[in-house]
């Protein structure tokens, strides 16, 4: 059994603003009617953003996502916990139209309030692709909680599974392969057997990160979100290190 683990403080120089080139995954592992074809704008000019920032204590992640009728934003914070390693602090999330005008909005401003009694490593499942390097590369499982929405938090395992040479937008780059599966038995009791022979058709996610720091995210591959949620693929485009 792996440990639970919250995820640690991130490296020196982390904070910075990274553009992704994105579209819909190759080959998808769900056939839900969310498919990134008819949601996610792919034009270069666009791409998506991910900032990394710092104020005060607080780790800020903040995303633009591309989509053809409109544009998702969210922001995100963390905080240290006493411990050692971030809590979630805070989420904000926008759903704007062609227009400009907000037509989704949810917005949690005590992540971690009594009411819900969340396990302290529990994160929002759109930060971890961006977030995991962080851990180190070391080839051990680790676990965590991914949140979806105060109905739907996730068991997930994490775990590095190798080095590759990637050839990027932003050029070549030398990459530690990281893996995120969800827990089955955090839905139904299967046992160690089934379990072992389940874990080939567990739906993965699939990120190469940096393997120095910052451990930037280098390409991901997998659904935006939840097993069913629209499947892309990232790919890093360009810097702007702060």
């Avoid at 009411?115 to 051990?140: H, I, M, N, Q, S």
């Avoid at 990637?166 to 038995?185: Q, S, W």
Wanted: net charge neutral; proline share 10%; hydrophobic share 40%.
């Amino acid at each position: 059994m792996s440990q639970l683990t919250p995820l640690p403080e991130p490296p020196r120089a982390f904070a910075g603003t990274a553009k992704y080139a994105i579209r819909p995954r190759d080959k998808r592992a769900f056939h839900t009617f969310l498919d990134a074809k008819n949601m996610i704008d792919t034009a270069p000019e666009r791409g998506g953003m991910v900032e990394l920032a710092q104020a005060d204590d607080h780790v800020i992640f903040t995303t633009r996502l591309p989509l053809l009728r409109g544009e998702l934003r969210e922001e995100i914070r963390f905080s240290p916990r006493p411990g050692g390693g971030l809590v979630t602090k805070s989420l904000n999330r926008k759903l704007l139209g062609e227009d400009g005008r907000c037509v989704r909005h949810e917005d949690v401003a005590d992540f971690h309030h009594e009411t819900l009694r969340f396990p302290e490593a529990t994160y929002p499942e759109v930060t971890l692709p961006f977030c995991l390097g962080w851990f180190p590369l070391d080839g051990k499982r680790r676990s965590l909680y991914a949140w979806i929405n105060d109905r739907f938090v996730a068991k997930v395992y994490v775990e590095t599974s190798g080095r590759s040479r990637l050839t990027l937008p932003i050029g070549a780059r030398d990459a530690a392969e990281v893996i995120m599966y969800p827990d089955l038995n955090d839905w139904i009791s299967l046992g160690s057997v089934l379990t072992r022979l389940a874990k080939p058709f567990i739906p993965k996610y699939y990120m190469w990160f940096e393997p120095e720091a910052p451990y930037r995210l280098l390409r991901f591959e997998g659904p935006y979100g939840p097993p069913g949620a629209p499947e892309i693929t990232l790919e890093l485009a360009s810097i702007s290190q702060k």
